[in-house]
């Protein structure tokens, strides 16, 4: 395990060479920024010594006098980004947080321009990275080593699909990965410690709670927290989603078991027989279509969010009409293309469907509504209610999709107002050329 280990960290630890030149890109950021009476201060993993190789946000945040308005904070922080961008000849674009900020690509470099305000008393999410890099930074400095700790458990997040809290992942965010291994002491410990987790883990890493059993009051329905060392009333886990707090203690408890740096590496090129993922596709017996969304770029963390949020108002929809989901998900290109994909253990019914009226305890007039309504059906009592067996309006779940795409309810802001949305079989997505789409196939259908 150690020669291992000590292998991952020589091949995932940045190079001299590689931090001098990330320091010249953030000094030169740094300098521009300045002459807008800003005061500009390096964040995150680079800040703290908790890098990756190869793998670079250079994440700057611009600091503003607590006095100044949230609106002035936004327009000016927005204007300083864009004009720094500019100047350096770096195409940028909007994303958005808590409020707006600036991105870009620099030379392979990820680069965000964030504004924040200058202050303790936090008056924006944001104002609280700032503060998270200090206190890595103090921690850390206590033991040099746990640096490279950091690394491991970044690095295997990575492999295991699980790093990053953005919306596309809804996984692990570096400072999560920094708060693990400080509170457990290493990287291993951490895996441990992770292997034994129950949902609704409770961890406080500086005992800001005096009865750590009241977390889950506080922090009602989620399913990992992790009290933010610098905001004892927030949960650093908040974005863990449960099948991303899942995976990573599976994966925790195979590697202790088998240790192998295909948790680091994974081998993602995996060629992709067609012939037989057709035959498993058939001998499951159920019905896989998707809701085909062709759409402009539209932000990652915009897209995923609603993407998420149009799958759930489909899948209630086909579930109210006692369609039966056996499992579902979603695939994007985040350039133009999305699959809202659906496997459907009953995905054909009768023409016939039972209306259940009022209990025949209740209010008369109730029950005279419902009889007049539906007399012609000759209402008869089921288990103490009126009920009636009426028609059934779709009878196959390509109608009823139809329908749905037509209405739009609850779909994503953005997706909404799409012109291109249609449904296709499970045999028209396996058409595609997208091997990123195949692959994502291959794991959704999975042998019986």
Request: include cysteine.
């Amino acid at each position: 395990m150690e020669k291992l280990l000590k292998e991952i960290l020589e091949r995932i630890t940045p190079t001299e060479e590689e931090h001098k030149k990330e320091k010249a890109i953030v000094e030169a950021i740094s300098k521009k920024a300045e002459k807008y009476g800003v005061k500009p201060i390096l964040v995150g993993s680079l800040a703290k010594g908790t890098d990756i190789r190869g793998d670079k946000d250079l994440d700057i945040f611009i600091m503003f006098h607590k006095d100044v308005s949230r609106e002035e904070l936004e327009k000016k922080g927005l204007d300083i980004g864009k004009k720094v961008f500019t100047e350096m000849k770096i195409p940028y674009e909007i994303d958005y947080a808590e409020h707006p900020y600036v991105n870009g690509k620099y030379e392979n470099y990820k680069v965000e321009i964030v504004p924040c305000y200058d202050t303790k008393e936090v008056k924006s999410a944001v104002d609280r990275t700032p503060y998270h890099t200090v206190y890595v930074k103090k921690r850390l400095a206590k033991d040099a080593g746990l640096k490279g700790e950091v690394r491991l458990l970044k690095q295997f997040m990575k492999g295991a699909g699980v790093y990053g809290a953005e919306a596309k992942v809804e996984g692990f965010s570096g400072y999560l990965c920094e708060l693990l291994t400080l509170n457990y002491g290493s990287f291993q410990k951490a895996l441990k410690a992770a292997s034994d987790w129950k949902f609704g883990e409770a961890i406080d890493p500086e005992g800001l709670w005096k009865d750590k059993n009241s977390l889950k009051y506080f922090f009602t329905g989620a399913d990992l927290i992790i009290v933010d060392p610098v905001d004892k009333d927030r949960n650093a886990a908040a974005a863990v989603s449960k099948q991303k707090m899942a995976e990573y203690m599976v994966a925790s408890r195979r590697f202790l078991q088998e240790p192998g740096k295909e948790y680091f590496f994974p081998n993602k090129e995996k060629t992709i027989d067609l012939k037989a993922l057709r035959k498993r596709m058939k001998d499951r017996g159920t019905k896989i279509m998707a809701v085909e969304l062709k759409h402009p770029k539209i932000n990652p963390n915009t897209l995923y969010s609603q993407l998420r949020k149009t799958h759930e108002a489909l899948k209630n929809s086909v579930q109210e009409q006692d369609y039966r989901v056996l499992k579902s998900g979603l695939w994007t290109d985040e350039e133009k293309r999305s699959l809202i994909i659906f496997e459907y253990e009953v995905f054909t019914l009768p023409h016939v469907k039972h209306r259940t009226g009022p209990p025949v305890d209740k209010a008369a007039k109730e029950q005279e509504n419902f009889l007049k309504k539906y007399g012609k059906n000759k209402p008869y009592i089921l288990n103490g209610n009126w009920t009636a067996d009426i028609k059934r309006e779709d009878q196959k779940i390509e109608d009823l999709l139809q329908k749905i795409i037509e209405k739009r309810e609850g779909f994503g802001k953005n997706l909404r107002e799409l012109k291109e949305i249609r449904t296709i079989t499970g045999d028209e997505i396996l058409k595609t050329e997208d091997k990123g789409l195949l692959a994502y196939m291959d794991g959704f259908v999975t042998p019986i």
